[in-house]
Each structure stands twice: as C-alpha cells, then as structure tokens.
C-alpha cells in the first residue's frame, strides 16, 4: 500500500502558478499508477491528473489540459503537479492517491486519503 503526504498548495493569483508534491512511502509506489485529485467545497472529489508506473503516460480531466503537469520521480519516491495558468475555478483541496492506471481509464481503489494541501487562486 501506497502512503503519501501532500504539500506545495498556498494563496496565488489568478494566471500564477504553483508545484504540489506528493510524497509516497511503500514498496508499492514505483509500480503504481499515481493521480491528483482534487475536492472544492460543495462539490465531489475529482480525478485532475493521473501517471502510469514509469512517467510514460499521463491523463488529464479536460479542464487542466495544457495548464497542468504531472510529472513523477521514482529515485525519491515523490509525485508533481506543475499548475499554471490557475483560474479561481481551480481553488480546491488537492489530494494524491495510488491509482489503477489502464490504456482506457483510471481507476481509483477504496484509499485512505491523506490531509490534502489547500490551493487558493484569487481573482
């Protein structure tokens, strides 16, 4: 099982930018598919971004396609998220989990979510 531990969030404007880092423990992490989520108030938990095992794939929900990045190291076990461009809309908790990650789609196993790092884009 993958363990992780979210940082990075913070308050930026709109049209700036920010990093979040994921970092994971676990034999399992260098074999995982990785995704961020993210969750604004009100609303439900959404997939943003996710990686395969080795960094050669990546998906991303169509609302961050050419904004985000996810990026990932395997030598030290960490997970990125590059965010510009931030539109208010992207104010949210973000979240990283281990994922399932297939040719066609993603899927997200029962997880115990981690604490989240807030990211805030005023306008």
Known sequence: ???????????????????????????????????????????????????????????????????????RDNAKNTVYLQMNSLKPEDTAVYYCAAVVYREYDVMVPPTNWGQGTQVTVSS
């Open 1 to 71: 099982q993958v363990q992780v531990v979210e940082s990075g969030g913070g308050l930026v404007q709109a049209g700036g930018s920010l990093r979040l880092s994921c970092a994971a423990s676990g034999r399992a992490f260098s074999t995982s598919g990785m995704g961020w989520f993210r969750q604004a108030p009100g609303k439900k938990r959404e997939l943003v971004a996710a990686i395969n095992w080795s960094g050669g794939s990546t998906k991303y929900v169509d609302s961050v396609k050419g904004r985000f990045t996810i990026s």
